[in-house]
């Protein structure tokens, strides 16, 4: 036994079928008590259990109208003022609340469009 190598022994492996090669992992599991399974890292990471997973930060929002207040005609002028929506358009987007008044926007535009439409008398959501 001494006399084999280590090529020896992965050539008798190579010549091994798919079940025969099960086996013989099932039974150095059993003997020897290994498994094929990844080490695990044992230090201070480790120790503090799993991590959070990451959430990517949002970058586009969708500006949304809830309502328009009493203020109608004033959250109406907003819209016309931060879109390219003509008056028909606009109120109809008013009368039809809650409505998508912008999709894809930044950050900032969202506060931004949030603060003028609720000065304005209106309720925007921001999503």
Request: aromatic share 2%; proline share 4%; charged share 25%.
């Amino acid at each position: 036994m001494a006399d084999l190598t280590m090529q020896d022994v992965l050539q008798f492996i190579d010549q091994m079928t798919v079940l025969q090669l099960h086996e013989m992992t099932e039974a150095l599991k059993t003997k020897y008590g290994v498994t094929a399974a990844a080490p695990m890292m044992m230090g201070p990471a480790a120790a503090a259990g799993p991590a959070a997973p990451v959430q990517e930060e949002q970058t586009e929002f969708t500006v949304v109208l809830l309502g328009a207040g009493d203020k109608k005609i004033q959250v109406i002028k907003e819209i016309r003022a931060m879109t390219t929506l003509g008056l028909k358009e606009a109120k109809a987007l008013v009368d039809g609340a809650p409505a998508t008044i912008k999709e894809g926007v930044s950050k900032e535009e969202a506060q931004e469009m949030k603060a003028k439409i609720e000065e304005a008398g209106g309720t925007v959501e921001i999503k």
